[in-house]
């Protein structure tokens, strides 16, 4: 199958590189030089822009941050669609809005194409094995024809229905959940630390007991290591709560941990933490309460270390 792939970053890559190795043929688009040489060094055929597709294309993925960027990608000056064969099918994988999704699919059938309302879950690690869960709905057609693609990038595709929107919505609601445990996990772990508990043995029996979540066990070990080498940033959470906040404005439904959460990743994006690893959050209970946080394990050189004696 002739697939596109916009956005080579951390979870565009692991999809195309995935797409690449179950022998689709696959084009990845991104600005980055270092994205598309990186993937072309795998195999797989890049492009700085939309508008320099194949017209041929039978899919397009499209991992981007927003509905602004995935309408850009696809209607903009640069984008693909104007130049591309009918019938293709368009996968949406970014987090939006319901009625983003909607007013998408609307422009998408207009424009001759199928879309999928197809946002993901599974971060960096599930996209690069191939493993992560899909929230899709749309058409029967749309499903059909983005079979291939599916397959190749997920073990769990969730039919939600034909109704684009739907898949947006369980999204919505999956990244309210991430965003409060990601944000109680670190508020717990703070806590532990400043009333003196060891951080390793508090993350040990947490884990192993009622309190425990995926989150923690997912996220407290990046603290604990001290690496915010970003796997998802504190910045997707900013937006992506934002979102969860705006569709609870239009329902008049009142979200308080969530809008609690999110004002917590705001204050870590405002201390510069925003392109850091979401766990990094607690560097707001840093800042406030002046809380150590565990080190990174210093890098030792060969040579400091006696013959025989370097840890395995």
């Known amino acids: 199958m002739k697939v596109g792939v916009i956005g080579l970053g951390t979870m565009g890559m692991g999809a195309a590189l995935n797409l690449l190795g179950k022998g689709h043929d696959v084009t990845g688009c ?15 055929a890049a492009v700085g822009s939309p ?58 059938s207009d424009a001759g194409f199928l879309m999928l309302d197809s946002p993901v879950s599974g971060g960096k690690v599930g ?24 397959d190749a990038i997920s073990t769990k595709v969730w039919r939600l ?36 508990a060891d951080p390793q043995t508090l993350y040990d029996v947490i884990s192993e007991s009622a309190g425990s979540s995926w989150m923690w066990q997912n996220r407290v070990p990046h603290i604990l290591a001290g690496d915010d080498t970003p796997l998802s940033t504190v910045n997707i959470f900013v937006k992506d709560l934002g979102i969860v ?21 705001l204050a870590a994006a405002a201390n510069g933490q925003g392109y850091k690893d979401d766990s990094f959050v607690i560097r707001v209970w840093e800042k406030l309460t002046g809380i150590a946080l565990p080190s990174p394990a210093p890098v030792v050189a060969d040579s400091e270390y006696p013959p025989g004696t370097k840890p395995a």
């Open 245 to 265: 906040l705006d569709q609870a404005r239009v329902l008049t439904f009142p979200l308080p941990m969530a809008a609690a959460a999110h004002q917590l990743f």
């Open 51 to 108: 508008a320099e597709f194949p017209a041929d294309l039978e899919a397009v993925v499209v991992f981007v941050v927003n509905a602004a960027q995935t309408e850009t990608v696809l209607f903009g000056e640069t984008g693909c669609l104007g130049h591309m064969r009918k019938g293709a099918v368009i996968l949406c994988c970014a987090t939006i809005a319901p009625e983003a999704a909607r007013g998408l699919e609307k422009r998408i």
């Open 161 to 196: 229905g034909d109704a684009v929107g739907v898949g947006s919505t369980v999204k919505m609601v999956n990244q309210l959940l991430a965003g409060v445990h990601i944000a109680t996990a670190a508020e717990a772990l703070a806590l532990g630390i400043r009333a003196g």
């Open 30 to 44: 991104e600005t980055r030089e270092a994205g598309r040489t990186e993937f072309m060094a795998a195999g797989g």
């Open 127 to 150: 996209a690069h094995a191939g493993t992560m869960t899909v929230m899709g709905s749309g058409s029967e057609a749309a499903f059909a024809k983005a079979g291939p693609v599916l």
